[in-house]
Nanobody
């Protein structure tokens, strides 16, 4: 299993980014996939997840209406579109494979850094 995130960068408050996670080594469409973040000096925080067929999505309350998770199973790629970014969104963003859709993550990428600052 390999997960490789990209797309993070420094952005001003109110800006947007699209994060990507390229997956390989497993049948991507068979698994829930999640985005999880870690802010400086804080613990891991689950952000969003999506079922393997894209039929169910969930979000943490703080990003609802601003972030959109999606996936392209033909490309084995997970995305997170982030809009109206706030300084409190600054974090290292990881994608993770979820075995059950209940937060049982067994594989993680290396993360991509999102910094929101003026």
């Amino acid at each position: 299993v390999q997960l490789v995130e990209s797309g993070g960068e420094l952005v001003q408050p109110g800006g947007s980014l699209r994060l990507s996670c390229a997956a390989s080594g497993f049948t991507f469409s068979s698994y829930y996939m999640s985005w999880v973040r870690q802010a400086p000096g804080k613990g891991l925080e689950w952000v969003s997840d999506m079922a393997g067929d894209g039929g169910r999505t969930t979000y943490i309350d703080s990003v609802k209406g601003r972030f959109t998770i999606s996936r392209d199973n033909a490309k084995s790629t997970l995305y997170l579109k982030t809009n109206n970014l706030k300084p409190e969104d600054t974090a290292l963003y990881y994608c993770a494979r979820d075995l059950t859709g209940l937060g049982e993550h067994d594989s993680w990428g290396q993360g991509t850094q999102v910094t929101v600052s003026s």
